[in-house]
């Protein structure tokens, strides 16, 4: 009787961590699969957000941050709750170029707290190609377990205003604990007993002791520009522990992602001196491995489950034109693709018909779509478009009837195959693919307005938001300097369109007044954040009585 209750109760915690974690931006591409997509929303639908005066610009904030070349602002790490004595919060989590941390109290559109951390001063000048400062975003604690898809239209939220609760007095909003801790790992009952998960015997120690929902610290982590990783409490910034060395200065980092007390990143360029490669370093030890390569994409590697690494590479390198699975504890290669074509996307991992499945994208324009139990041959492979496909990163999601879509940023007139939902494209566009259910095809869905230098797509619950940055791309960038490159942008514009028609809903129009830079904006909880350029953060969404 007492194991079957201690496996009731492992279960039911797996399963609202998991839950949880399909609110929340965690990471760069939302989760440790790096898909862009939040299934469900209390709020966030295509019929709601077509409504007039539903959706709408709720507040923007400009934080004190210098931008580095084009470098500036992070996309927000997102929590919905936060329990301390001033009540329930929303918090976003915002690293900036210049060493700076924003928590923001993304409910009410005030600062929560902010700090500086404490780096060395760069030795070398930045550059386009290595911009210095910090480069990528705060990481939130993230399983690998792969959150099912939805099953209805709407799902859990916070439908009304924050309430208080009690804490201690003076101690700022000190997370409370909600079950005890977790038991030790030969003792918890398999996450198979409960069908509704796809994990392979993992449970969530990515917040020593406890876990997420066990007693243990509730941390953020952020890698300064001198490669030291820091780990903070979320509540007030404090340091969980003292920074540790993890990149060499100046490395161009991307990816930060951290889960079971091991934290994982990308560098490109060779900046700093850094291998270009994969980096991961133990938590408990601080032990660090890497994995050299030039690694393709702007949001680094992507999980599977079980834990397996899968990154893609371009040309040159130890590794060119791959797709490689790597073991997570050792990051010696497990299995390897090899292509005629160098890859120029992060992977992204999905479930489709009892599969795990594997997406890049390469330079002539096409999908591939792997089994990851074998990377022999992509099972489909979608039609070669345009020259120079360079979309950095995909986003995947799947729809009510159970169709598997992917999604890419794209710049140029649109490809053959390709229709405009909302007309004519000459300068990008976000397009889609629908991938067939024994997974042999790949087929064009529709392709989003005209838009300037578009953002790897957000899906929120059925409805795409796409953004226009605004940001000029010149034909020789390396040429042009980024002070020119940025007073020749425009100004960046998001649009929510129907996840499977292209239907345009929602716009911001003209609100949004620098153009943006980097990743997918992140979203939860009925709001999206975007930073922009000159160290500004709108939120768009449902406005909440207070």
């Known amino acids: ?76 790490a997102t929590l919905d709750r936060l329990i301390g004595y001033r009540g329930f919060r929303m918090l976003g989590f915002v690293a900036g170029s210049d060493d700076s941390l924003f928590t923001i ?22 550059t386009l190609q290595c911009p210095g400062g910090v480069t990528t975003g705060v990481a939130r604690p993230v399983l690998t377990t792969i959150v099912p898809a939805p099953t209805g239209v709407s799902g859990p939220g916070r ?10 007095p003076g101690k700022g909003a000190v997370t409370l604990a909600n079950v005890r801790p977790n038991p030790p790992r030969a003792q918890q009952a398999p996450p198979a007993a409960n069908p509704m998960l796809v994990q392979q015997g993992r449970v969530n120690t990515a917040n020593p002791p406890g876990g997420q929902l066990g007693a243990g610290p509730f941390l953020i982590y952020a890698l300064a520009s001198d490669g030291m990783l820091h780990a903070m409490h979320l509540s007030n910034g404090a340091d969980y522990r003292s920074p540790v060395r993890f990149l060499p200065p100046g490395a161009n980092a991307s990816g930060l992602i951290v889960l079971d007390q091991v934290a994982y990143a990308v560098t490109t360029n060779g900046c700093g001196g850094a291998a270009n490669g994969v980096w991961k370093i133990d938590l408990t030890s601080n032990e660090v491995k890497t994995w050299k390569g030039n690694v393709a994409g702007s949001a680094g590697m992507a999980f599977a489950a079980d834990g397996t690494i899968y990154v893609a590479t371009g040309s040159g ?111 990008g566009a976000v ?3 629908k991938l067939s259910d024994d997974s042999s095809k790949l087929t064009p869905g529709w392709a989003s307005r005209d838009l300037v230098s578009p953002l790897t797509p957000t899906i929120i619950n059925g409805v795409v938001f796409v953004t226009s940055t605004g940001a000029f791309r010149p034909a020789a960038a390396s040429k042009m300097t980024a002070a020119l490159r940025a007073a020749r942008s425009g100004k960046a514009v998001i649009y929510a369109l129907d996840g499977t028609t292209g239907k345009e809903l929602w716009t911001s129009g003209t ?36």
């Open 317 to 427: 390198g130890d590794k060119p034109n791959a797709l490689v699975a790597l073991d997570p504890m050792t990051l010696t290669e497990k299995a390897a693709f090899s292509a005629a074509q160098e890859f120029t996307s992060s992977p992204v991992v999905f479930l489709h018909k009892g599969k795990t499945l594997v997406a890049a994208a390469t330079k002539d324009g096409s999908i591939h779509v792997f089994d990851s139990a074998s990377l022999g041959q992509p099972l489909a492979s979608s039609a070669a478009g345009n020259k120079d496909f360079a979309p950095g990163s995909l986003a995947s999601w799947q729809d009510l009837s159970g169709t598997r879509w992917i999604l890419a940023a794209h710049n140029g007139a649109l490809p053959a195959g390709f229709t405009a939902a909302g007309g004519a494209v000459s300068k």
């Open 159 to 168: 439908n009304t205003p924050a309430k208080s609760a009690v804490g201690e």
């Open 1 to 76: 009787m007492k194991r079957t209750v201690a496996a009731f109760l492992a279960c039911l915690a797996l399963t609202v961590v998991v839950r949880a974690q399909g609110r929340d931006w965690h990471t760069d591409g939302a989760d440790a699969q790096r898909s862009a997509w939040i299934r469900t929303d209390a709020k966030i639908n295509k019929d709601s957000v077509a409504k007039p005066g539903n959706f709408q610009f709720l507040w923007k904030m400009k934080l004190k941050n210098q931008p580095k070349q084009l470098n500036s602002l992070q996309p927000p």
């Open 105 to 126: 109290d993304t409910d009410l559109g005030r600062m929560e707290w902010e700090k500086k951390l404490k780096a060395a001063p760069a030795s070398q000048p930045g």
């Open 511 to 546: 609100t949004i007044t620098s153009f943006a830079t980097g990743g997918p904006l992140s979203g939860g909880m009925s709001q999206i954040y975007l930073t922009t350029y000159d160290g500004t953060i709108y939120a768009f969404g449902f406005p909440m009585e207070h």
């Open 431 to 433: 397009l889609t693919w």
